[in-house]
């Protein structure tokens, strides 16, 4: 045990000694996440996720429960923890131990990272698979009842590999050795977005592998929620072929997709770009010496188009635009027949925001650390770092009315959810004795009421 009364010195401050002092008892300095464990409360995820897995040890040799491996494994992403390798030093921090219920002084310390790595490993696809349908029931069970309407955007990412990890190809595309996730957000009327799915794929994954199988749970999940709300599937150009619209069709979806010109199509909005261009050229004759006269000129136009392999007419929509006196043409599916051209368009650009959640998910919550050798391992760390993201989703709506509403997950742990702590432990309470000068007290008051 260290020396309780070694001291530091240091210069003085107005002829005061200042002076360190090793005797301050359990500090923590992520008091934050006692936060998490109110979202986690509210939402009732680790319980749920523990009930999905199958715990194949022996009963009377357990120390850790499952739930208690999930809880200090989501809780640590969402805090900034995200290796395993991070528990040999947190396995015996007093809020972790705290929100885990174990006493801080007492009850022993939390999974070590062995643990915490056997754990990982030891998942089947059938685990991970219920675990996948335990988070999109969470997620589609934030929609509300009032709902009429949920968008489901697709969107893959690159997931680098620098190991010889299974299933890890070279993808031309992205130009290194991958996996390709396949990230899946839901967003109703009020356009909240909430993480829903993750799925690992090989690097040479293509682009709807894997995709009907988490479209049917998520479909299921939501039409068991709100029977009478509107389905839409949007995603970029790579969904925007056969498969995928006979999918949406069999299952009643709408849809707004991006789709890959060809001859055929170019053929068709030939006018199109006839009128565009003389368009620009008047507007370059009427402003000679300003070179950028005319950019930025848009028409949008409907287009009944229909290829060889697809079933039916689809009512495809150009939107035609000059750049610096070049033809830029982009073209979707959509079968929303409510919305004109332009609105078709601009909803299908909104999906645009959801590359800035799979980026956040990448960078804030490290979600791209599938390091592990088994294919089957990083598939269970990816499900754990999309359970934090809905945890630290939670604590953003908490905040609504705030300025902290659109704040990234990155400013929300480092402004509010990293605060020390003194955690004093009696008979009847355990009390964390946050900062006085804390300048975000308001703001834990507003998450607390919102959340309990």
């Avoid at 006979?246 to 849809?255: E, G, I, Q, V």
């Avoid at 001859?263 to 068709?268: D, F, G, M, N, P």
């Avoid at 089957?376 to 300025?403: F, V, W």
């Amino acid at each position: 045990m260290a020396d309780s009364t070694l001291s530091l010195e240091f210069p003085s401050v107005y002829g005061r000694t200042v002076t360190a002092v090793f005797d301050g008892g359990d500090v923590t300095s992520d008091s934050g996440v006692l936060l998490l464990r109110q979202a986690d409360r509210a939402l009732g995820m680790t319980r749920t996720l523990a009930d999905a897995v199958r715990d194949r040890r022996e009963a009377g040799k357990v120390g850790h429960p499952v739930w208690e491996v999930l809880r200090a494994r989501i809780y640590g992403i969402a805090m900034g923890y995200e290796d395993c390798n991070d528990f040999d030093r947190l396995a015996g921090d007093p809020a972790f131990k705290t929100v885990c219920d174990r006493l801080p002084t007492r009850d022993g310390d939390l999974a070590s990272q062995p643990t915490l790595s056997r754990f990982e490993n030891a998942l089947s696809h059938a685990d991970l698979f219920r675990m996948g349908v335990a988070l999109a029931r969470t997620a589609a069970g934030r929609l509300p009842r009032s709902t009429k309407r949920i968008v489901i955007d697709v969107d893959p990412t690159d997931d680098p590999c620098h190991g010889q990890q299974e299933f890890e190809f070279f993808n031309g595309f992205y130009d290194c050795h991958c996996y390709l996730p396949l990230m899946v957000y839901l967003s109703g009327d009020d356009e909240r977005q909430w993480p829903a799915a993750a799925l690992l794929r090989a690097g040479n994954a293509g682009p709807t592998d894997g995709l009907f199988g988490v479209l049917r749970v998520l479909i299921g999940e939501i039409r068991r929620r709100l029977p009478q709300a509107r389905i839409e599937l949007r995603g970029d150009s790579s969904y925007g072929v056969n498969e995928v619209l006979r999918f949406c069709h069999k299952h009643k979806l709408d849809y707004t997709l991006g789709l890959k010109s060809n001859a055929v199509i170019a053929r068709l909005s030939e006018c199109v770009q006839a009128t565009l261009g003389a368009r620009y050229a008047a507007a370059r004759a009427d402003a000679p010496d300003d070179p950028r006269a005319g950019d930025g000129l848009r028409l949008y136009q409907l287009l009944p188009y229909r290829a060889g392999s697809w079933d039916k007419w689809e009512r495809v929509i150009l939107r035609a635009e000059m750049t610096e006196g070049t033809y830029n043409p982009r073209y979707i599916i959509s079968n929303r027949s409510d919305l004109t051209a332009r609105e078709a368009y601009a909803h299908y650009c909104a999906r645009g925001d959801r590359e800035n959640r799979i980026k956040e998910f990448k960078l804030d919550l490290l979600g791209g650390r599938t390091s592990c050798h088994r294919f089957l391992a990083n598939q269970a760390r990816l499900l754990l770092h999309l359970a934090a993201a809905l945890l630290m989703k939670m604590i953003q709506l908490a905040l609504e009315g705030t300025p902290w509403v659109t704040a990234q997950i990155h400013t929300l742990r480092t402004r509010l959810l990293k605060v020390g702590a003194k955690v004093v432990q009696t008979c009847r309470r355990i009390c964390f004795h946050l900062p006085t000068s804390f300048p975000q007290r308001e703001s834990w008051l507003l998450i607390c009421q919102r959340l309990c």
